[in-house]
Antibody
Framework: EVQVVESGGGLVQPGGSLRLSCAAS????????ISWVRQAPGSGLEWVSA???????????HYADSVKGRFTVSRDSPRNTVYLQMNSLRAEDTAIYYC??????????????????WGQGTMVAVSS | DIQMTQSPSPLSASVGDRVTITCQAS??????LNWYQQKPGKAPKVLIY???SLERGVPSRFSGSGSGTYFTLTISSLQPEDSATYYC?????????FGGGTKVEIK
């Protein structure tokens, strides 16, 4: 079955860190861009970060302004897993975090950039 | 950053009605626009990509149109299972951005 599964969420104090994982199965995620999208309780969708495919071990990353400098997205190709390292967490980072596979290798400005496969989400709560 | 503005919200309509949701971009995004449907407690699901292409498996009552800065999602005959929140999303440039969502309710 083709799927992506997130893990690593939990309760953390302000200023703390968490690492989320997005494990792909049924396909090689190195051929596709992967995004992280979050949804705060009762709110809409907010794109967080993306990593392009890893052709020739070179890939590109992008971040929302709200997380730039605090979050880092990376790949472990042999494990078919994408990570989101979240540091200096704030209360406003509280949300369900979804991993979403793009239709193709790119992040933007070309066809095949829609998110065609989503995980079930993992909850991150930042509170003292 | 490119801002995406959706209207209306919420939207209340009857089964069988033709429903149109609009999405405006703050700058020209050509046809780099997707539409998603999200039901409560579930992950979003893509309906339309590249402004007007129907995702495989999505009912043909859903259609998308537009280019530049103005886009629409139309449900030709609203069904009870279409009760959900709908989001547009641009991918002309990063940061990728979503509209605020349109909640569609069945009367």
């Amino acid at each position: 079955e083709v799927q992506v599964v997130e893990s690593g969420g939990g309760l953390v104090q302000p200023g703390g860190s968490l690492r989320l994982s997005c494990a792909a199965s049924g396909f090689s995620n190195t051929n596709y861009a992967i995004s992280w999208v979050r949804q705060a309780p009762g709110s809409g969708l907010e794109w967080v970060s993306a990593i392009s495919d890893s052709d020739q071990s070179i890939y590109y990353t992008h971040y929302a302004d709200s997380v730039k400098g605090r979050f880092t997205v990376s790949r472990d190709s042999p494990r078919n897993t994408v990570y989101l390292q979240m540091n200096s967490l704030r209360a406003e980072d509280t949300a369900i975090y979804y991993c979403a596979k793009h239709q193709g290798p790119g992040i933007a400005a070309r066809p095949t950039c829609a998110f065609d496969l989503w995980g079930q989400g993992t909850m991150v709560a930042v509170s003292s | 950053d490119i801002q995406m503005t959706q209207s209306p919200s919420p939207l209340s309509a009857s089964v069988g009605d033709r429903v149109t949701i609009t999405c405006q971009a703050s700058q020209d995004i050509t046809t780099f626009l997707n539409w998603y449907q999200q039901k409560p407690g579930k992950a979003p699901k893509v309906l339309i990509y590249d402004a007007s292409s129907l995702e495989r498996g999505v009912p043909s009552r859903f259609s998308g149109s537009g280019s530049g800065t103005y886009f629409t999602l139309t449900i030709s005959s609203l069904q009870p299972e279409d009760s959900a929140t709908y989001y547009c999303q641009q991918y002309k440039s990063a940061p990728l951005t979503f509209g605020g969502g349109t909640k569609v309710e069945i009367k």
